[in-house]
């Protein structure tokens, strides 16, 4: 358990570290998607043949025999009465899933995902059988079928097994012919809109400049903190130009709002750059956290072009009834405060409940969630 906390320490001292370096521009793309411009989702259910006597118990997946015998009928083979007694080892019933990419077209091929649905125990070594692929509207868009690949392996001798990794799931590279476009045009006649991935005001400040000072004024305006309505040619081989251009464009995305992730099954701790601590004094079990935050006025050089700015000087004292006490001059981030507490030996839950109570407290500045 020690060994995890210092890790955790470690990673979040990186992180403190990782905030006093400069923020570096990104491109539109990183930031924004294209209204209209995303793929769809596509699903069907369908029969995995060819498995080592390792597929669905029938007994108790009465759905596998069904679809058998309807398949088999269809092609011809008439079932005899009491069918339901079947048992095949070798077939399992599988739900197919893939995604759609935006502007597809028929013909192309994409990734599918197989994951059995029954009680089979290995889907290794199988075929999946001819699988329609619909949307959500019901129609189909895509036909799957082809040998599963499995990442992993598994193996069983007298009584005992062992396997590595799933072995109920697999993937077929190329899996899926797409059978029917979905319509869709790149925006509307007069333009295009961004979504911003984040609600961000700053953020689409930025944005809102970087376009009109690269394409001239008015091309883009703000509609929120995360909608940009953006001028674009209606001319679709000139709008295609415009948009490779504007997803290129850098922009510094300002900072996002501070916040603190704790897991409360692991321990684990993942904050962002902007978080910062008030004056506090808590006290948990046997450990006692003391924060002091001097605020000093950094003056610039004589006949300087320099501007005077706020210093913050914190300091950060823990005290253990053994007499240990660890004092940590000019630091004001919540990293040096998690520091501390693992160098005197706090556990992941001390930790949970010390930063719930920074929280209540007002002296943590930043949003908590706990997942």
């Known amino acids: 358990m020690s060994l995890s906390v210092r890790a ?3 990673f979040l001292l990186g992180l403190g570290l990782f905030a006093a370096a400069p923020t570096h521009a990104e491109r539109i793309r990183d930031l924004a998607t294209i209204q209209g411009v995303r793929g769809n989702q596509l699903v069907g259910y369908g029969l995995v043949v060819g498995l080592d006597g390792s597929g ?5 997946t009465p759905f596998t025999v069904q679809t058998i015998v309807n398949m088999l009928q269809q092609m011809g083979v008439t079932i005899p009465f009491g069918s339901s007694s ?4 070798n077939v399992a019933a599988v739900m197919v899933t893939t995604t759609l990419p935006p502007f597809a077209q028929p013909g192309q091929m994409v990734d599918v995902v197989v994951s059995s649905i029954g009680n089979a125990k290995s889907l290794k070594g199988g075929t999946l059988l001819m699988t329609p692929l619909k949307g959500a509207d019901g129609n189909i868009y895509g036909m799957a079928q082809g040998n599963l690949v499995i990442g992993g392996a598994g193996a069983s001798a ?11 799931a697999g993937r077929i590279s190329n899996g899926a012919t797409i059978e029917r476009a979905v319509p869709g045009s790149v925006g509307a006649a007069d333009g295009i809109t961004l979504e911003l991935m984040d609600t961000n005001f700053s953020t689409v400040t930025r944005m809102v400049e970087a376009i009109n000072k690269h394409f001239g004024a008015n091309t883009a305006s703000a509609v929120n903190g995360r ?5 674009a040619p209606q001319n679709t081989d000139e709008r295609v130009a415009f948009i490779g251009a504007l997803e290129s464009l ?8 501070a916040k603190v992730i704790l897991n409360s099954r692991t321990g684990s701790v993942v904050m962002n750059q902007t978080v910062t601590l008030a004056e506090c004094a808590i006290s948990h079990g046997n450990l006692s956290v003391i924060v002091n935050t001097d605020n000093q006025a950094s ?29 940590l001059n000019k630091a004001a981030t919540l990293a040096d405060v998690v520091k501390a507490l693992n160098a005197v030996g706090a556990t992941p839950q001390d930790l949970l409940a010390i930063l719930q109570a920074m929280k209540a407290s007002g002296s943590l500045r930043a949003e908590l969630e706990v997942i």
């Open 250 to 257: 850098d922009v510094i995305p300002a900072n996002q709002a």
């Open 86 to 89: 079947l048992q095949l080892k």
């Open 299 to 327: 003056q610039p050089a004589p006949f300087s072009q320099g501007q005077t700015t706020m210093v913050q000087n914190a300091e950060i004292e823990i005290k253990k009834d053994k007499g240990e006490v660890i004092l």
């Open 158 to 168: 007298g009584g005992s097994s062992t396997k590595v990794n799933h072995l109920a």
């Open 56 to 60: 669905d118990q029938t007994t108790q």
């Open 8 to 10: 955790i320490g470690a």
């Open 227 to 231: 909608v940009v309505k953006v001028r």
